[in-house]
């Protein structure tokens, strides 16, 4: 059995190499370059494609490991929404993802930017770079006083909703699917408005789904409450960025945290030599507040979450090569 895994970086090598260990009978070939129009040529010959990459998965590429006859694509992230679905189908490809390599990265990352954000720790820290070690005007709040809205009770949604109850907020959620523990709970309001209306804080757990696309733009930042934040640890195209600057500018937002933005791919996890060379004007323009917190879509970016993204979709694309199924099937 051949598994080409592609874009391995060093930090994931360690983990492959013990899955190589535990796994003898399998022939696996590391490639550090992400799967591409030019790339995937090396994959002929092999059983099966181990992925991640946020760059999207094309028809050119996927039409490729179709005439190879690869029908086993296993990603080693959480969202597909890279994908070609008709050319997966068209090809007759099996794709798997790992649903839950660690809920509670995400979760703690957006718990950190919460909290930072209620403290102003950017701004003391801008000002003691500088020398100003005083404590005012920078006055904290503290998350017991405040109404979370989860957005998004699925696998993340839900740990941040413990870690906040954790904290002693009030914690409200909307997802047009409930979960039947947390519907018992009575945490649910009945539409996305009433989320945006009665939140103070609103973290961002759902998909990149269509119907979900600038969920957050001109007419919802309008209805939530002055001086709310807003978190997005799940996909860039959730919020309208022109809507969150405007709401940014008149003072509606008192602070936003952002671990993934629209304009991300090829931006972020890359190395720009200085801070003006960062090719989007807009971004640099959110990176350059105070009450502002970008993080290079870094939640995910832990030893436990990168370990069982390599160990589980490398399970994944094993069993689907043996078996012909895995528990990690999408279904698109
Ligand atoms: P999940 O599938 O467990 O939960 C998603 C929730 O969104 C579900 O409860 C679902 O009912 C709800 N939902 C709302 N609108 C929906 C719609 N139109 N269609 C389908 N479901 C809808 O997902 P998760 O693992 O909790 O991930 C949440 C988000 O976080 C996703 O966007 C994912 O891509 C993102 N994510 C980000 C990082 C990161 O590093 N920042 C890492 C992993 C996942
Ligand atoms: C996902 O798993 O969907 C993520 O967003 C993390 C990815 C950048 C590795």
New binding site residues.
């Given amino acids: 059995m051949k598994i080409i895994a592609y874009g391995i970086r060093n930090d994931e090598l360690p983990f492959l190499r013990e899955w190589e260990n535990n796994n003898p009978d399998v022939e696996v070939k590391v490639e550090t370059e992400l799967l591409d129009s030019t790339t995937v040529l090396e994959a002929e010959g092999f059983d099966g494609v181990v992925a991640y990459q946020q760059k999207p998965y094309t028809k050119e590429i996927l039409d490729k490991l179709g005439e190879f006859n690869i029908r086993y694509l296993s990603l080693r992230?959480?969202?597909?929404?890279n994908i070609d679905v008709e050319a997966v189908s068209k090809n007759n490809i099996t794709v798997t993802n790992v649903?839950?390599?660690s809920?509670n990265?995400?979760a703690e990352?957006a718990i950190t930017q919460i909290m930072r954000l209620l403290r102003n720790t950017k701004r003391f820290e801008t000002k003691q770079r500088n020398g100003d070690l005083r404590w005012a005007p920078e006055i904290g709040e503290e998350l017991h006083t405040k109404t979370v809205g989860i957005?998004?009770?699925?696998?993340?949604?839900?740990?941040l909703l413990d870690i906040c109850r954790g904290f002693g907020a009030k914690v409200i959620a909307?997802?047009?699917?409930?979960?039947p523990e947390l519907e018992k709970q009575g945490i649910y309001v009945d539409t996305p408005d009433d989320l945006f209306k009665k939140a103070d804080i609103i973290s961002?757990?759902?998909?990149?789904?269509?119907?979900?696309e600038h969920m957050v733009n001109e007419k919802t930042l309008s209805e939530m409450k002055d001086g709310s934040y807003i978190i997005n640890?799940?996909?860039g195209t959730?919020i309208d960025t022109d809507a969150l600057i405007k709401a940014l500018d008149s003072g509606k937002m008192a602070g936003v945290a952002l671990?993934?933005y629209e304009g991300e791919v090829g931006v972020f996890n890359e190395d720009f030599p200085y801070f003006s060379a960062i090719p989007d004007e807009k971004l640099k323009n959110l990176m350059e507040r105070d009450n502002v917190l970008v993080s290079p879509?870094?939640?995910?970016?832990t030893k436990t979450?990168v370990q069982n993204m390599v160990e589980f979709s490398m399970d994944a694309n094993r069993d689907l090569i043996k078996t012909g199924n895995s528990d990690k099937v999408v279904k698109f």
């Fill in positions: 992230n959480v969202g597909t929404d649903p839950a390599y809920p990265a995400i990352l957005f998004g009770t699925g696998r993340i949604g839900r740990v909307y997802d047009p699917f409930r979960n961002l757990h759902v998909p990149a789904v269509k119907e979900n640890a799940a996909r959730l671990d993934t879509h870094i939640a995910f970016y979450a």
